[in-house]
């Protein structure tokens, strides 16, 4: 393999792995950013930031749903994605 041919190979093969992430290392990078930037601005407070900071913290679990609200949560849809005649729909 001559010298011409070795520069062109190695010029081939850089152009295929360029240095730094993988767009889909970038996109979850930049996924992720956004996620820290949403959470900083709901943990500075507004209107509702505390109802969804707890949602996403697992809160209320399904026993206070049921105090709270007073109704067991709906029935899990069968496979079709219809509840069946026999379920009651809460």
Known sequence: MSEQDMRLSAAA???Q???GPSPS???YA???ARLAADE????AGGPHSAEILS??????S???QMVTHGAPA???PDEGGHYSASDPIG
């Open 30 to 32: 930049d996924r992720e």
């Open 40 to 43: 900083a601005q709901l943990r």
């Open 55 to 60: 949602h996403h913290g697992g809160q209320p």
């Open 17 to 19: 792995n360029p240095p």
């Open 13 to 15: 093969e850089a152009a």
């Open 25 to 27: 290392e970038a996109a």
């Open 74 to 76: 709906p029935k899990t």
């Open 62 to 64: 399904p026993a206070v």
